[in-house]
């Protein structure tokens, strides 16, 4: 069977009614017929029929054999530090997604576990900073914003040989278009927000792994701490999931229009897209994925401060809004918005400036995109004209 297919036809329908939706269990806790003795479930923080089967279907999607859902991206990333102790070092990407920033920086720092940022694209940076005591690498492929990609294949071999685990950050390219199990990572981890639930109306996040003992040790971490997605959160990603292939080939093929379209546009200085044949690591980013997904950034040519603010301000359909991911499409200016709480020095060595401009690409149609961002451009250009004496 085809992923697609399979995809659809992973969770039964409900044994007890015949229902083709899987039910929402909205419920705390369950009935025990004697003490310890239950139908599998005997408390929802543990267990819940409606979240098991979207860990059953993120687990399918990703092609692990186990998924854990967790309330947040975040507090996915939060379990997967917990496996780590005083003395640990990391080895992240250099510019790995805000939060999971802050996280290690003003928490996990705190609690002795070190980070080095190191620029994964060229892998061989990995095999330099790479010690004894590195126990994770962490990996956003590509990456936010400025769209980076790394060999997954290549830093899995890095990491197999030094006895550490390899995570990938898999939200931006969504399992339709990569799975990095296959390609030899250990864990991969989703903003279930985003591509996955696919319409901006839920927060959630995930963990799938190929190990049964690391899946173990997750999941005590999880029920231990209680980081997990409500019953009707999950049924909400059940039901985007189920539409993520289409949506996603769809949005990967009106980025491309769009991404060639900024490339071409004379306001515009450097496009970073996996898709184009211009991106650094094109190749790499096609022999790993299938397709290159919605998020676009782009520097403008006029590189003063408020170029990119007065940009996202006249565009009409893409929405000024953090997140990404969803049916519409979004703008947003990382610089002030999604990485203001990486600091100044670290973001404009990652070429976060107040130039740089994200955005989402949705399902509207490709040329009402493109026209909409030919217009606010040329807004833009028009208002410099203006102010700027000859
Ligand atoms: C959004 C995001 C997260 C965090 O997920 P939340 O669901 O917002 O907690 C982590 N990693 C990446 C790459 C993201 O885009």
Redesign the pocket.
Known sequence: MRTETRLLHTLPHDPLTGAVSVPIHQTSTFEQEAPGVNKGFDYSRTNNPTRQAFEQLLAELEGGIRGIAFS??????DAVLKLLSTGDEIIAVDDI?G??YRALHTIYNRLGITVKHVDTSDPGNVLEAITPKTKLVWL?TPT?PTLKVSDIRAIASITQAAGALLLV?N??CSPVAQQPLKLGADLV?H????YIAGHSDV???GIVVKDPELGERIKYIQNATGAVLGPQDSWLAIRGAQTLHLRYERISANAQRVAEFLLGHPDVAGVNYPGLRAHPNHLVARSQSSAFGGVISFWLKDDREEAAVELVKQTRLFTLAE??GGVKSLVCVPGCMTHASVPREARLAAGINLSLVRISIGLEHADDLVEDLAQALAQVSESFTVQVPA
């Not at 903003?191 to 985003?194: A, E, L, N, Q, W």
Request: without cysteine; hydrophobic residues 40%; proline residues 0%.
């Open positions: 947040s991206g975040l507090a996915a990333v997604y939060g999971t956003e936010n950050d939200t931006f981890l903003s279930i927000t985003k927060i959630g996040g997140s990404l």
